[in-house]
């Protein structure tokens, strides 16, 4: 088995470099070959490399290899989204590009399929696959056609049940001879795994975090959520507390509403209550119908939306209305590969 090169830190190259035969050096022009120019979206990759000597391409051909990764399907939204179905050998995924007046940010998978269960997410539809290796998630960003200038860790998975691949991954995209994208400008989301929040907090790295609540007590969020069972409300909420309080950063809580469910004045009250005093912002989502969807969740019409972030702000909790984009294209969580699914023979 060859060693995925995508995946390893400069330091390692090195390693390998020193198991080749070849001088150090040459690890950090292996690094910015593949994470600054993009290489590995050429065919024979290692040939490329035109400032090596022939010994070490041929070297590097017999020892590694690249994520197998081919686009299977890119569908472009009415306003500029762009959604692309990734075939990693044998395996799909999602990443959506998006654009913004301050640049382009990409929505990136960290687990092909999903095991949280959450009820509403067409990630979760046949359960985990597979971890993704931190490789595939660079290959995410560098296939993309424009320059991106943020990351956020929202496409299919749960990037802290695949915590060690996720942290090589952001460690290797903020790396300033390769992609060099600032930790402040990426955002990882969570369905709220505790323990490995505070193992996060504890690298004190920039990053953004950004939980997801959809509901103000572990009766409703527990509709939405089986991981509620697993940790409670309470241990939640104490770790974000402790997270913003070690990295300084602003927490931010995901509340998809549901008409009737989690989405009245009251719900809106008890969130308040939860976050009170907490550095942090809510982003309300109007749920987003997944196709082959069983439940009985409805999307909150605008006012209803307007009205809950009305108590929220009268409680002086800051609070957004997420701009739904590429809606035209099923660019929500998960939405074309389940199609993919359903499409595939049996
Ligand atoms: N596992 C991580 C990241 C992937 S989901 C997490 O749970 O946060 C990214 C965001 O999309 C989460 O906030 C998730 O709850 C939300 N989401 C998933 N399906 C949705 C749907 N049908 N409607 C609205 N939001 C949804």
Known sequence: MTQDILSLNINELRTLMTELGHPLYRAEQ??????????????????????LPKALRDALETACHVPNFRVADKLISKDGTVKFLFDCGGVFIESVLMQYNHGHSVC????????MGCVFCASAIGGLVRNLSAGEMCAQVYAMPEKVSSIVLMGCGEPLDNFDETLRFIELITHEKGANIGARHITLSTCGLVPEIHALAERKMQINLAVSLHGPTDDVRRRFMP????????????????????????????YALASGINDTPAHARQLAQLVKGMLCHINLIPINKKSRDKSHFFPTPR????????????????????????????????????????????
């Open 303 to 346: 006012v209803g939306i307007d009205a809950f972030a009305a108590v929220l702000d009268t409680a002086k909790i800051p609070v957004t209305v997420r701009r739904s984009l590429g809606s035209d294209i099923s660019a929500a969580c998960g939405q074309l590969r389940a199609q993919k699914i359903v499409h595939q023979p049996e």
């Open 30 to 51: 292996v690094f910015e070959w593949l994470h600054r120019r993009g290489v590995a979206f050429f065919d024979a990759p290692f040939a490329k490399m035109d400032n």
């Open 227 to 254: 991981i509620t069972n697993r940790y409670p409300l309470e241990e939640l909420i104490e770790a974000c507390r402790l997270y913003a309080e070690t990295t300084r950063r602003r927490v931010t809580f995901e």
């Open 108 to 115: 990136i998978s960290t687990q092909a399929g999903c095991r």
